[in-house]
């Protein structure tokens, strides 16, 4: 009896996550294409962190053997979860880093900062304090205490590839190029909003992350469509499909009791990828039609090394055109 009663519901959950899935692609038509490059006149973003920003948004952390050991092997479920080894391995090649780099210049994104494996707190609470396109209200009650969790809880150790609306950082831990995209798309979705800090704390209510993700995945999507290479293309499918499963997860989490949900809509997700991937192998995705890519040429980047807070610091810069 309890067992069937059970099984009923784990249908039930298995059939409620498939459509949750299915939703990323209802509202707003998977990847949208052609992709809609942003423009820096759409933003609003904070002429100071801009100015302190844009000639190099990008930062590397140095390698810690012990360090980056314990991320890899904290992120264990996380690999498992999105099914790739990639994921929270503490160390970003090239191509992941190029990805964001170009994703930057050609949606015309200047005062994002992006910290590959990297742990600097004290450039993350400045930024905090500088970023006037947040409300000061929001800013120092939940911004506040989301610097104040990537200082006790260190991405560099738990892994967690995220973007902080607050500080306007993209923090990455995982060598995936679509990951970093997506956590790019999350910038540019809110560089686009007048109410950044309501907008971030409305994420906080069960269900409302759904919207955001499906946002910053479907640009993600439309975005590596256009510009990347078939392997990325397939990869944001196989990848961001289950990653928007887990959310899925959370928010049925709070209807079903049991594990159950969860487990089924990262299923879900990784079924669904995986046959976005083949129809993109064998050219019968609708999405991938008729694309067209904005810039053919490479972007410019520089790299140096700097000292900032007594130790050394890898820095890359991006010559916007
Ligand atoms: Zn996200």
């Known amino acids: 009896?309890?067992?069937?009663?059970?099984?009923?519901?784990?249908?039930?959950a298995w059939r409620a996550s498939l459509l949750a899935v299915i939703a990323l692609c209802g509202f707003s038509g998977c990847a949208t294409t052609p992709y809609r490059f942003g423009a820096a006149q759409w933003y609003r973003t904070s002429p100071v962190l801009e100015a302190s920003t844009a000639s190099q948004p990008i930062e590397r952390g140095r390698p810690n053997k012990v360090v980056d050991t314990?991320?890899?092997?904290?992120?264990?479920?996380?690999?498992?979860?999105?099914?790739?080894?990639?994921?929270?391995?503490?160390?970003?090649?090239?191509?992941?880093?190029?990805?964001?780099?170009?994703?930057?210049?050609?949606?015309?994104?200047?005062s994002v900062k992006v910290r590959l494996n990297q742990y600097h707190p004290g450039d993350d609470w400045r930024r905090l304090a500088a970023n006037d396109a947040v409300g000061a209200g929001w800013r120092y009650t939940l911004g506040a205490l989301s610097v104040l969790g990537e200082t006790i809880i260190p991405g560099r150790?738990?892994?967690?590839?995220?973007?902080?609306?607050?500080?306007?950082?993209?923090?990455i831990y995982s060598d995936v190029p679509a990951v970093a995209v997506h956590e790019a798309g999350h910038s540019k979705d809110f560089a686009q909003r007048e109410w950044k800090g309501t907008y971030a704390a409305v994420y906080l209510i069960p269900g409302?992350?759904?919207?955001?993700?499906?946002?910053?995945?479907?640009?993600?999507?439309?975005?590596?469509?256009?510009?990347?290479?078939?392997?990325?293309?397939?990869?944001?499918?196989?990848?961001?499909?289950?990653?928007?499963?887990?959310?899925?997860?959370?928010?049925?989490?709070?209807?079903?009791?049991?594990?159950?949900?969860?487990?089924a809509s990262v299923l879900g997700g990784h079924a669904l990828g995986r046959i976005k991937s083949s129809q993109l192998a064998n050219g019968t995705l609708p999405e991938s039609q008729l694309v067209e890519s904005r810039h053919k040429t490479g972007i410019q980047t520089t790299v140096s090394t700097s000292d900032d807070d007594g130790h050394s610091i890898e820095r890359i810069g991006i010559e916007f055109p």
């Open 1 to 12: 009896m309890p067992k069937s009663s059970a099984l009923k519901r784990s249908s039930l």
């Open 70 to 110: 314990f991320g890899w092997v904290w992120g264990i479920p996380d690999k498992i979860i999105l099914w790739d080894r990639r994921i929270d391995n503490h160390r970003i090649g090239p191509q992941t880093e190029a990805a964001v780099a170009d994703y930057f210049v050609k949606n015309e994104l200047s």
């Open 157 to 171: 150790l738990f892994g967690g590839d995220h973007f902080n609306p607050f500080t306007n950082t993209i923090h």
């Open 208 to 263: 409302v992350p759904l919207y955001h993700e499906a946002k910053a995945t479907n640009d993600a999507l439309g975005y590596l469509l256009t510009e990347s290479d078939e392997q990325t293309q397939k990869d944001a499918y196989e990848i961001l499909y289950p990653a928007y499963g887990t959310y899925v997860g959370g928010a049925l989490g709070s209807v079903f009791s049991g594990s159950g949900t969860y487990v």
